[in-house]
C-alpha cells in the first residue's frame, strides 16, 4: 500500500540523542559523512561502525527500526557491489567468461557497502528517527538564518519544507482513494503498454493536483486565522538550545 | 451581560476578477453575548460561513461595522488581537493542520503570537489535556481520526486563550458518534472555560444545544431566536430546505392533517410533542380523520416511506454472497488492525440493501470487497457469480457493479462533464452512439442540465459535481450500485435529492448498496439492513427486525429511528398503535388511520 511508504519516520522515545539540538545532529551528519569517505582503514572503518552501535544504543531505537531504513536503497547497495566486485583490479581470484572476481574488487565492493550502510543508518537514526521533520526545518532555518542577511528566504524554505513533509501522507492516502475511485470507473493502472500507462496517470493526477490547491487554500486560511504572519517575531515552543550534551557530542 | 462581538448592518460581496461581485452577506446585524452558545444555520451557500470569515477578520465588511471585544474589523492594526480572541475551526480535518506532531502543530498559534517558549509549552500541554488529546502528543496528525482531528484544531485555538470559538462547518465530515463527542467538548469549554461559542452548521441537533439560534437563507438573516422557537415554525424552516426535530414534524403535519391548532412553543420537547397528539387525535372529528386517511391513501401511492408501499423485491436471487470473510490491515506487523471478523450475508437483485455502523466498523472494507479493490484473505466474496479473487472476474465485476466513493466529485478530470460521465462507458468499449445515449440518460437521472454537458466540472458547485460523478457511474449501467455515503457533506435539501436517485434506481431493478452514518437514511429507505460492529455483523435483516431493541442498538453505537421511537412513546397510550415506520409523513399516517380505525370499530359497536 502506498500508505506504507516511511517518510519522516519520527520514532518517540526519551533519548540523549533526541534531545539533542537538531543543529548539532544536522553538523553531526555532515561530519559523519565526510568521515565516512575519508576512512580508508579497517581501523577506521571499524571505529566509526562503533561509533554507530553506541549511537543505536543511545537513541533507544530498536534495531529493526533503523535496519529497515535501509530497504529502500537495498537494490542500489547490491547493485553497487556487484558492480564492484567484478571491475576491481588486483590479483585475480575467480573468472566467469569475461567477468573476474579480483581482491581489490572484494575489497572495495566491502568497503561501498558498509558507508552506504554506516552512512543511511546514521542519517536516518540522527535525521529522521529522533528528530521530527519539523526539527529538522527549525535546524536549517537557524543555521542558514545568517544567509537571510543577503535576501535569503530562510524562514519561508524552512516552513514549506515542513508543511510538505506534514502533507506527504495526506496526499499519498488521497493519491491511493482517487486510483481506487477511477479503478471503479473501469480505468486499469496494471496492465497495458506505457502509453496507455501514461495516460491513466492524467486520471489519477488531475484531481490530485486539484485536491492540493484546495488544500494549500485552505491551509493558507487556517494558518492565516491562527495569526501566522511570516517568520517575523515568532517564537518556538522547542526553541532550539545548545546544553552540555551538545558540546560533548560535537568535540566527540 | 456583555457583548463580545457586535455586528452593525454588514454587507459583503465576493469579488472575482472579471466577474460580477456576488452577494454574500446582506444587511445582517447580531450581537454575541459573553459566554453564550450561538448557531447560525443555514443551507449551504446561504451566507454562513462568510459571516464567519467577517467576523475573524479574514475579510473586510464592504459596508457596515464589526467590532470585537472592543475592535474594529477593519482596522489593521488590531487583526492579529482579533483572531487571537476569536479562534476558527474549518471544515476540513486535514486542511488545517501544520505540524507534523500533534503539540507541534497545537504550538503554531502561540508562536505566531511570540509567546515565551517556556509559556508554550505549558499553554500546549493544557489545552492538550482539554480536549482530551495528551496521550496522543508525540503522534503524526495524518494517524489520528476525523473526530480527533477536529478536537487538535480546538487545542491549536485554546493554546491562544481566545474569548470566542467559532466553528465553521467544522462537524460537517465527522460521523454522528464523532459529532456528537465534538458538540461535547464544545458544550464543556462553554460551562467549564466560558468561552464564547458560534456554530455556524446545517445540522439541526446541533443547533438545539443553543442558547440563540439565527438562521440565514441567501445572504440575509430570516430568523431568529431560541431553538424552540425557531423550530415551532414548522412551514418557514422547511421552506428554507433545512431539517426539523422528527417529533415536532409529525405533531406539525398531524395538525394539519386533523386541521388542529398547536399552541406556541408546546411540542419542543419530545413529551410535550406526545401531548399535543394525544390531545389533537382525541378531538378530531370523525369525518375530518376519514377524510384525511383518504387523501393519505391516495398520496402513499407516490410515498416510499411506510414498508406496505414498497415494492417487493423482483426475486431473491443472490447477487452478492459474503462466506466467512476476515481482512486485517497490515496484516502480520504490529501495526495490524483486523477490520472484518467472520462476516456472512447475501445481498439479493433488485433490493436496496442499508449497511450501517459507526467509523472504523469495517463499512468501508467491506464495499471494497464488493468490486474487488480488495480481495479476501480468507473466505470469499462473490458478485454475480464470479468470484473477487480471481483476477479475469474482477473485470467483469467492475463493469456490472458501480462503487462510488465518499465525497465522489473528488474524482473529476476531464475537460468537459460529458467526458467526464463518459470516461467509464468509455472504458468497457462501447461505441459512440451508444456512449452519447448513455451520458444523456444519465445526465437525465441526476438533474444535469444539457448545457451544463460542454463545461468544464471544476466550474461548477459542489452540489452539481456531485451528481456528474454519480452520473459517472450510472452511464456504465450497473446491475449493482454500491454507495458509500453519497450525502456526506450536503444539506438537509441536497442529502434528500442524492437519496432519491437512489430509491429511482432501485424502481429501474438496479441492486443498490446504500452505506450510511444516518439510522433515519438507512431506516427509510432500505429493504433490508446489515449492522457492522467492529468488523463483524451485529444485525442483518428488513428494518423492522433491526430496529427493534434500543439497547441492542446503543451497542453498535447506533440509535432507533426518531419516528419509530417517537411512535413507541405514543402507543404506550394508543393501545394497538403499529410502530414500524420511519418518516414523520408515515408516522402521522398511522396516527391518523388508528384515529379512524377507532371510530370504525366503536360505530361497528354501536
Sequence with gaps: MLGNISLGRYYPADSLLHRLDPRTKLLGVIIFMVLIFMAQSVAAMLLLAALTIVLIILSKVPVKQVLSGLKPILFILIFAFVLNIFTGTGKEWLRLG????????????????????????NTTLLLTLTTTPVMVADAMEKLLGPLSRFGFPAHEMAMMMSIALRF??????????????????????????????????????????????????????AMEARCYRGGEGRTRMKSLKFTSADMAFAIF | MSRIVEIDNVTFHYRQHQQEPLLAVDRVSLQLEAGRHTAVLGRNGSGKSTLARLINALERPDNGTIVVAGMKTSDDSSVWDIRSTCGMVFQNPDNQIVGTTVEEDVAFGPENLGMEPSLIRISVDEALAKVGLSEQAQRPPHLLSGGQKQKLAIAGILAMKPRCLILDESTAMLDPVSRRDFMDLVQKLITDEGITV??????????LLADQVYVMDKGRIVLQGSPAEIFDQVEKIKELGLDVPVHMDIAW??????????????????????????????????????????????????NTGSDASRAEPNSSEAVITVKDLYYTYSKGTTMASEALHDVNFEICRGELFGIIGHSGSGKSTLIQHFNGLIRPQSGTVHVLGWSVSQNSDVKKIRQKAGLLFQYPEHQLFEETV??????GPKRMGLDTNEIDRRVLAAAEITGIDQDLLERSPFELSGGQKRRVA????LAMKPEILILDEPAAGLDPAGRDEILSYASQLREMGVTVILVSHSMEDIARLADRVLVL???????????NEVFVDEDYLAQAGLSMPRARAFLHTMSNHLNGLQTDHYTPEAAVNELIRYRADQRQNQQEVK
Excluded at chain 2, 458560534?198 to 443547533?207: D, L, S
Aim: charged share 20%; hydrophobic share 45%.
Design chain 1, 168 to 221: 506527504v501522507p495526506t496526499l499519498l492516502e488521497e493519491t491511493e482513494k482517487i486510483m481506487k475511485a477511477q479503478s471503479s470507473r473501469g480505468a486499469d493502472y496494471d496492465t497495458g503498454g506505457l502509453i496507455s500507462k501514461a495516460k491513466g496517470l492524467v486520471s489519477v493526477l488531475i484531481p490530485l493536483f486539484v485536491s492540493a490547491f484546495k488544500r494549500a487554500e485552505d491551509l493558507a486560511t
Design chain 2, 253 to 302: 403535519l398531524l395538525s394539519k392533517q386533523l386541521q388542529q391548532e398547536l399552541k406556541p412553543l408546546e411540542t419542543a420537547t419530545w413529551e410535550g410533542a406526545a401531548a399535543a397528539c394525544l390531545r389533537m387525535i382525541e378531538a378530531s372529528s370523525p369525518e375530518i380523520a376519514a377524510k384525511a386517511l383518504a387523501t393519505l391513501k391516495k398520496d402513499t401511492e407516490m
Design chain 2, 533 to 543: 460492529k467492529n468488523g463483524s455483523v451485529h444485525a442483518c435483516g428488513s428494518p
Design chain 2, 418 to 423: 460529458f467526458q467526464d460521465i463518459a470516461f
Design chain 2, 198 to 207: 458560534v456554530n455556524i452548521t446545517h445540522h439541526m441537533e446541533e443547533v
Design chain 1, 98 to 121: 569475461p567477468l573476474k572476481i579480483t581482491d581489490q574488487g572484494v575489497y572495495t565492493a566491502i568497503r561501498m557497502a558498509v558507508r552506504l550502510t554506516l552512512l543511511i543508518m
Design chain 2, 470 to 473: 454519480i452520473a459517472g457511474i
